[in-house]
């Protein structure tokens, strides 16, 4: 069956990095739009980046350009975001989306950005 795997969320000062990963599984990962979505407690789910197939294109909330960059590897079956200048109000659960003809959605994890 179709599984998403994230990890890499923590705890981190502002002005920090970190760096999200999300193993794909049971599915045939370079046919799939990779995105990553947050949710910040109180607030609704909001798209943060998105890579197409092949990586050829990627798209960014404003909130994040230039800060925030999407990546994928497709021999790992892996989609990365690499997240620089954090803030707190980047404080959410960060999930990882396939998309192709179905939808695909990880479990989640935490970013928390806080002094």
């Known amino acids: 069956q179709a599984q998403l795997v994230e990890s890499g969320g923590d705890l981190v000062q502002p002005g920090g990095s970190l760096r999200l990963s999300c193993a794909g599984s049971?599915?045939?990962?370079?046919?799939?739009?990779m995105s990553w979505y947050r949710q910040a407690p109180g607030k609704e789910r909001e798209l943060v980046a998105r890579?197409?197939?092949?990586?050829?294109?990627?798209d960014y909330a404003d909130s994040v350009k230039g800060r925030f960059t999407v990546s994928r590897d497709d021999d790992k079956k892996t989609a990365y975001l690499q997240m620089n200048s954090l803030k707190p109000e980047d404080t959410a659960v960060y999930y990882c989306?396939?998309?192709?003809?179905?939808?695909?959605w990880g479990q989640g994890t935490q970013v928390t950005v806080s002094s």
């Open positions: 989306n396939a998309k192709a003809y179905v939808d695909y």
């Open positions: 890579i197409s197939t092949f990586g050829s294109i990627t």
């Open positions: 049971g599915f045939y990962f370079p046919s799939y739009v």
